[in-house]
């Protein structure tokens, strides 16, 4: 293990398993399950982070350095995560006509099925792809996660306020946990899926959080092809370019 890595453990003061670069992707993923089972009751959320080197750096000059108030930014978020989709996918297609619109959102009928993280992988091997921590954050509620490791505010992704706002929403409609993290990547785990949710109008939710969830992620750059590889997901995954 890095010395880094030790570093950030031992100043985010709350439990952790540490994971070496290198190692079984599937050891974190099994720890992450038995650590979520055991959270309510244990007063905690847990959450991976690969600690690649901009994660890094972000870590210790924001959440972990001088003058950051977690409890000023869980302060200042309004519960209003729906509402932030709503007009993010609204200025996305301001100027499309209905004709654009519908051949963006398409009619596929295949995608890709999601069911483990993918993104602490090495591209090369599989294996973890930086030094991974697996912490148990002490907060009563999921969306609170993102006080303890924010990210976002830069390019199209949420600051890490209107991110806390949307995983509330999220997780009262879907069930669904913020659960892995680097620097531009972030997983939910939704283990109830859509949750009965219609799975056009969980796409359309999801580009509005993440463009590149479509744009770059798809084959034919389609919501209903994100929409149909949605309906037998547990695991949702979001890169900002």
Request: charge should be negative; aromatic fraction near 16%.
């Given at each position: 293990m890095e010395e880094t890595t030790k570093k950030i453990a031992e100043r985010?003061?709350?439990?952790?398993?540490?994971?070496?670069?290198?190692?079984?992707?599937?050891?974190?993923?099994?720890?992450?399950?038995?650590?979520?089972?055991?959270?309510?009751?244990?007063?905690?959320?847990?959450?991976?982070?690969?600690?690649?080197?901009?994660?890094?750096?972000v870590l210790l000059e924001g959440a972990l350095g001088g003058g950051y108030d977690r409890q000023q930014i869980l302060d200042s978020c309004q519960d209003n995560g729906q509402e932030i989709l709503k007009e993010r996918y609204a200025s996305y297609t301001e100027y499309w006509e209905e004709g654009e619109i519908n051949?963006?959102?398409?009619?596929?009928?295949?995608?890709?099925?999601?069911?483990?993280?993918?993104?602490?992988?090495?591209?090369?091997d599989g294996t973890l792809q930086e030094d991974t921590l697996l912490l148990e954050i002490p907060v009563k509620n999921?969306?609170?996660?993102?006080?303890?490791?924010?990210?976002?505010?830069?390019?199209?992704?949420?600051?890490?306020?209107?991110?806390?706002?949307?995983?509330?929403?999220?997780?009262?409609?879907?069930e669904a946990v913020p659960a892995l993290f680097t620097s531009d990547v972030m997983e939910f785990y939704a283990p109830k899926g859509l949750n009965g949710v219609d799975s056009l109008e969980a796409a359309k939710e999801q580009y509005a959080f993440c463009t590149d969830r479509v744009d770059q992620g798809t084959s034919t750059y389609k919501i209903s092809e994100l929409a149909a590889g949605?309906?037998?997901s547990v695991v949702w995954y979001f890169w900002w370019d």
């Open positions: 985010m003061g709350c439990k952790y398993q540490a994971f070496e670069k290198g190692s079984d992707p599937k050891l974190v993923e099994k720890a992450y399950m038995a650590a979520l089972e055991n959270a309510k009751a244990g007063g905690y959320y847990p959450a991976i982070i690969c600690l690649e080197s901009y994660a890094v750096e051949d963006f959102i398409g009619t596929e009928t295949e995608g890709e099925v999601q069911r483990e993280f993918i993104g602490y992988r090495s591209f090369r999921p969306w609170e996660i993102i006080a303890y490791l924010p990210m976002g505010g830069w390019n199209e992704c949420p600051s890490p306020e209107e991110m806390i706002s949307i995983c509330k929403y999220w997780y009262e409609k879907y949605l309906e037998q």
